[in-house]
C-alpha cells in the first residue's frame, strides 16, 4: 500500500511538471489578457450599431416628415396658382366677348337718336294726307318709312331690340317710370302709356321705355 502511494504523487508531479504544460501555459494566459483588452466584445459591438442604426431612422423620419409637410403646401400652392390662372382665363374671355358684343353700345346709342326722329316724323304726317292726290308727300312719307323699316332690320341684325312695353307688366330693368296713374281699363301696375321706346342690346338694356304705369284707384 505504500509503495502504490508513492508511486501515484511521482505520477502526479511528473505530469505538473510537464515541460509541454509549462511551455502552453504562458500563451494560454498572454491570449486570454490579449482579447480582454483588445476592445468590446461582440456583443457590445451590436448594440453600438443598434443605437447608431435607431438614431439615423430617427433622423430619416424626421427629414421625412418635413419633405411631405413641404410638398404638401408646394402641392397646395400649385393647385391655388392653377385655380387663380383659369378664373383669369375665364375673366379675360368674358371681357373679349362682351366687348365683341357691346363695343357698338356707344354708336348704337348714338342712333337711337335718328331712329326716334324717323318715328317721329313718319307719325307726323297725316295719313289722310299721304294720297295719290299728293304725290309729294306720298313719296316723302314712303321715303321715311323706308328708311325706318331699313334702319330697324339693322339694329336687329346686330342685336339691337326695340321695346314698346305698352299692356305689359311693368318691369323696373326696362322701363323708366315717368308717372302712376289710375287709368280705366289698364290693371295696375302695368305699362298704361309709352311716351318713349326703349331698347336691349344683346340682352342688355341699352335705353330703357319711358312709360307711365297704371295704378289703383
Not at 44 to 71: D, N, R, Y
Not at 78 to 105: F, H, P, W
Not at 172 to 181: D, G, M, R, S, V
Request: aromatic share 6%; charged share 30%; proline share 6%.
Amino acid at each position: 500500500m505504500a509503495s502504490w502511494c508513492v508511486r501515484a504523487v511521482r505520477q502526479s508531479y511528473s505530469i505538473v511538471a510537464s515541460p509541454v504544460l509549462l511551455r502552453t501555459s504562458p500563451r494560454f494566459l498572454c491570449a486570454a489578457a490579449q482579447q480582454k483588452t483588445n476592445g468590446p466584445s461582440p456583443d457590445e459591438e451590436t448594440g453600438g450599431q443598434k443605437a447608431e442604426q435607431s438614431t439615423a431612422e430617427k433622423a430619416l423620419a424626421e427629414e421625412k416628415v418635413q419633405l411631405e409637410e413641404q410638398l404638401k403646401e408646394i402641392t397646395d400652392k400649385y393647385k391655388r396658382a392653377l385655380a387663380d390662372t383659369e378664373n383669369l382665363r375665364q375673366r379675360s374671355q368674358k371681357m373679349v366677348e362682351d366687348a365683341k358684343l357691346y363695343g357698338i353700345q356707344g354708336f348704337c346709342k348714338d342712333l337711337l337718336e335718328v331712329a326716334d326722329i324717323l318715328e317721329k316724323a313718319t307719325e307726323s304726317v297725316p295719313k289722310e294726307e299721304v294720297t295719290e292726290d299728293n304725290p309729294h308727300l306720298k313719296n316723302l312719307y314712303d321715303g321715311l318709312v323706308m328708311t325706318e323699316v331699313q334702319i330697324q332690320k339693322v339694329f336687329t341684325k346686330h342685336g339691337l331690340v326695340r321695346l314698346n312695353p305698352e299692356g305689359q307688366k311693368f318691369d323696373p330693368y326696362e322701363h323708366e317710370a315717368l308717372f302712376h296713374a289710375p287709368v280705366e281699363g289698364k290693371e295696375p301696375g302695368t305699362v298704361a302709356m309709352v311716351t318713349k321706346v326703349g331698347y336691349k342690346l344683346h340682352g342688355r338694356t341699352l335705353r330703357p321705355a319711358l312709360v307711365g304705369v297704371a295704378k289703383a284707384p
